[in-house]
């Protein structure tokens, strides 16, 4: 298989670009494609926070936002949340801190077990499943830290495949409003930071194999509570018969137009946060509502 471009070997293959390309040409493609969309996301001065996880989506976007930041007037740095499960979070943070150091980006960690007193296992108390917990704990100090840190935007790593998947389960549940959260650039409003998507119209595949191109090693962990993706087995056999399809979903929740609920947010009477209750859910999970 023959690169495209310059015929030396190719990496990978790009039925719906019609495209097969060798390390440095892909690396060029995809830095060009993330930056085209990246462009409608960002402003000259911004000060973006970058979530890094340490999975392979999240660091495809710190490699990208390294060369983004010098072409572009932002400001970046990486945000990452050690949760403390065992095994995975270790692990976790030592390919983040890595990174950090061979792209010469700035790096702030926030260990739960350290500022909170307890790692995430230790918040399993009552019917919640460890991901809903998860999820409220990251979603909140995802926003209030980078904001206390000087971002005006966070960044994830949010891909096409995770957000096709997303589709499926808010279409079928009927959450439309949670359809036309999916976009790409959700604009904030006082304390809450606009938050942007840049790989959203990356596959999971584009990102690993851009860290492949840039011969970095594959991190293998796994978080031990995630579950197994229900419709990614069937979008790729639709996929597979029809490429592109992924990507012309894509494009319609990009344009999907349904009103997002323009509720006014308060702010938590513990906390201060934005929040649509009295005391909002990060405080309800410390206990903190009595
Ligand atoms: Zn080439
Ligand atoms: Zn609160």
Not at 7 to 13: G, V, Y
Not at 92 to 103: G, H, I, N, Y
Not at 135 to 161: F, Q, S, V
Request: include cysteine; charged fraction near 30%.
């Amino acid at each position: 298989m023959r690169c495209s471009v310059c015929s030396k070997e190719a990496i990978l293959e790009l039925p719906v670009y019609k495209k097969r390309l060798c390390a440095e040409h892909y690396v060029q493609w995809y830095y060009e494609k993330t930056r085209d969309f990246t462009k409608k996301l960002t402003r000259p001065g911004d000060k973006i926070a970058l979530a890094i996880s340490g999975g392979k989506d999240s660091l495809a976007l710190a490699v990208f936002f390294s060369q983004y930041q010098r072409e572009f007037d932002v400001d970046v740095f990486m945000f990452h949340i050690d949760l403390g499960i065992p095994g995975s979070s270790q692990e976790a943070r030592k390919v983040v801190e890595k990174f950090s150091r061979d792209l010469g980006m700035e790096l702030y960690v926030y260990d739960l077990k350290k500022e909170l007193g307890r790692s995430l296992p230790e918040f399993r108390k009552g019917s919640r499943p460890p991901c809903s917990v998860c999820g409220i704990i990251k979603r909140y100090l995802m926003n209030r830290i980078p904001r206390e840190l000087g971002a005006n935007k966070l960044a994830t790593g949010h891909n096409l495949d995770d957000q096709v998947e997303n589709f499926f389960k808010n279409w079928l549940s009927q959450h439309w409003d949670w359809i036309a959260k999916q976009k790409p650039i959700l604009p904030g409003q006082g304390k809450l930071l606009t938050r942007i998507k840049p790989l959203f119209e990356r596959t999971e595949k584009e990102n690993t194999m851009y860290l492949v191109a840039h011969g970095y090693d594959l991190p293998g962990y796994k978080c031990r509570y995630s579950q197994p993706a229900k419709w990614k087995p069937i979008v790729e056999m639709i996929e597979n018969e029809h490429p592109g399809f992924k990507l012309a979903m894509i494009k319609s929740i990009e344009r999907f137009d349904y009103p997002v609920s323009t509720q006014e947010l308060g702010e938590c009477k513990v906390c201060g946060e934005p929040t649509s209750q009295e005391v909002c859910a990060f405080c309800k999970i410390l206990g903190l509502n009595k």
